[in-house]
Nanobody
């Protein structure tokens, strides 16, 4: 059973930080690209960050670059998203997803076949 489970979401004030975790089971992360996506009410799901399985290259959307950091620990089958300097615009349900290694990991959402249940992140004072 392939499963991805996110955790670490919650309520945080603007400028605060959260660290999201994604635990994978039923497969190993070694041969998969991992992406973090988010969906706000009334909006389409968008790519936030992804990390390549080959060389560990990371990619970020323009809106989060410089504030968010993605990382992975293949030995533990864990993926993390460190979110700093959070803004109200970051409020959304955040999803961890996996796909076989490919190109343009933030643009090809249809290639992600394994998804977590999502974790709510709310940035508000």
């Amino acid at each position: 059973q392939v499963q991805l489970v996110e955790s670490g979401g919650g309520l945080v004030q603007p400028g605060g930080s959260l660290r999201l975790s994604c635990a994978a089971s039923g497969f190993t992360l070694d041969y998969h690209d991992i992406g973090w996506f988010r969906q706000a009410p009334g909006k389409e799901r968008e790519g936030v960050s992804c990390i390549s399985t080959n060389d560990g290259s990371t990619y970020y959307s323009d809106s989060v670059k410089g504030r968010f950091t993605i990382s992975r620990d293949n030995a533990k089958n864990m993926v993390y998203l460190q979110m700093n300097s959070l803004k109200p615009e970051d409020t959304a349900v955040y999803y961890c997803a996996a796909r076989p290694h490919g190109s343009h990991c933030l643009r090809k959402i249809k290639e992600y076949h394994w998804w977590g249940q999502g974790t709510q992140v709310t940035v508000s004072s």
